[in-house]
């Protein structure tokens, strides 16, 4: 882990804790734009004010809304931006709901039925034993798509579960199948997605971080407890091995065998195979120091 990526997370890290428990005003004024906006006077902490909207102007993206051109970052399901003027002097910071666009909204509703027999049942309950009881445990779930976990894992509690996906299809059909979860899930992307707290265990099933590259798994990590695991399940087949094909589409793949065994343990790691996937596990140890995390 560079210095320099450590600094910038860091820096990301604590703007986004600040940014996403501000508060909030609807501005009325603009009907044709909804979004909602928080100034420096609602925040009892002025330089963390000013550090959310250097972060924002700093590690942001260029972005268009008619004629004008500003910076606009993305966290855990929300555009942020400012009016352009230098940090020290920003008085308002906007925020408005971010919409993906993901190719799985179109088929959310086949999901369940017709890829039920294209995953294994083998894969399934062989990844299950590896990832072993949550009973009790907080739990982070990448890419949770319509429930898998939930299905396979009746113990996690809704107060203990936080899942991710960035289809809103999938997620209204997992809200359909356990309403009691409904609220412990956001629409974001796993690079988007900046912990505001931390897990003893984050999973991702069947590829769901297959699109992503290794920093962005990297970020998801900091957020496991000291003595908490991870397992990610990846495809070992060099192409991604969910069942988007049965749709006529692919989802994104990038190929992170070696960066993730490093993740894991070092080169000389080597991950559990289940089926079609690879399956990477890790711990924290209890001791280790982590600069990011709150």
Same mark, same amino acid.
């Given at each position: 882990?560079?210095?320099?990526?450590?600094?910038?997370?860091?820096?990301?890290? +604590?703007? =986004?804790?600040? $940014? #996403?428990? =501000?508060?909030?005003?609807?501005?009325?004024?603009?009907?044709?734009? !909804?979004?909602?906006?928080?100034?420096?006077?609602?925040? !009892?902490?002025?330089?963390?004010?000013?550090?959310?909207?250097?972060?924002?102007?700093?590690?942001?993206?260029?972005?268009?809304?008619?004629?004008?051109?500003?910076?606009? $970052?993305? #966290?855990?399901?929300?555009?942020?931006?400012?009016?352009?003027?230098?940090?020290?002097?920003?008085?308002?910071?906007?925020?408005?709901?971010?919409?993906?666009?993901?190719?799985?909204?179109?088929?959310?509703? &086949?999901?369940? =039925?017709?890829?039920?027999?294209?995953?294994?049942?083998?894969?399934?309950?062989?990844?299950?034993?590896?990832?072993?009881?949550?009973?009790? #445990?907080?739990?982070?779930?990448?890419?949770?798509?319509?429930? &898998?976990?939930?299905?396979?894992?009746?113990?996690?509690?809704?107060?203990?579960?936080?899942?991710?996906?960035?289809?809103? /299809?999938? #997620?209204?059909?997992?809200?359909?199948?356990?309403?009691?979860?409904?609220?412990?899930?956001?629409?974001?992307?796993?690079?988007?997605?900046?912990?505001?707290?931390?897990?003893?265990?984050?999973?991702?099933?069947?590829?769901?971080?297959?699109?992503? @590259?290794?920093?962005? %798994?990297?970020?998801?990590? %900091?957020?496991?407890?000291?003595?908490?695991?991870?397992?990610?399940?990846?495809?070992?087949? +060099?192409?991604?091995?969910?069942?988007?094909?049965?749709?006529?589409?692919?989802? !994104?793949?990038? @190929?992170?065998? =070696?960066?993730?065994?490093? &993740?894991? /343990? /070092? /080169?000389?790691?080597?991950?559990?195979? %289940?089926?079609?996937?690879?399956?990477?596990?890790?711990?924290?140890?209890?001791?280790? @120091?982590?600069?990011?995390?709150?």
């Amino acid at each position: 882990m560079s210095r320099v990526w450590e600094d910038v997370q860091g820096r990301i890290f +604590g703007a =986004a804790r600040n $940014l #996403l428990n =501000a508060e909030y005003v609807f501005a009325k004024t603009m009907a044709d734009n !909804p979004h909602f906006y928080t100034t420096r006077r609602r925040w !009892p902490d002025n330089n963390a004010f000013t550090a959310a909207a250097s972060v924002i102007q700093s590690e942001g993206e260029r972005a268009f809304y008619g004629d004008y051109n500003y910076t606009e $970052l993305s #966290l855990n399901g929300y555009y942020y931006w400012t009016m352009g003027a230098a940090p020290p002097v920003t008085e308002v910071i906007n925020r408005k709901r971010r919409r993906y666009e993901n190719p799985w909204d179109e088929y959310a509703h &086949l999901y369940d =039925a017709s890829c039920r027999d294209l995953r294994h049942p083998d894969e399934i309950a062989s990844v299950m034993s590896v990832i072993g009881s949550m009973e009790g #445990l907080d739990v982070l779930d990448v890419g949770c798509g319509t429930g &898998l976990l939930l299905e396979m894992a009746p113990e996690l509690m809704p107060e203990r579960y936080t899942g991710i996906d960035s289809s809103e /299809g999938m #997620l209204r059909e997992l809200a359909a199948k356990f309403p009691a979860h409904r609220r412990r899930v956001l629409c974001c992307s796993a690079e988007n997605f900046y912990p505001e707290c931390r897990y003893d265990l984050v999973v991702s099933m069947f590829g769901g971080l297959e699109g992503v @590259d290794v920093e962005t %798994v990297r970020k998801l990590l %900091v957020c496991v407890k000291p003595g908490g695991r991870w397992v990610i399940m990846l495809s070992a087949a +060099g192409m991604p091995a969910d069942c988007s094909q049965y749709f006529g589409f692919t989802v !994104p793949y990038r @190929d992170k065998t =070696a960066e993730m065994r490093e &993740l894991a /343990g /070092g /080169g000389d790691y080597e991950p559990e195979l %289940v089926g079609r996937y690879h399956v990477f596990c890790g711990r924290r140890p209890m001791d280790e @120091d982590n600069p990011l995390a709150g």
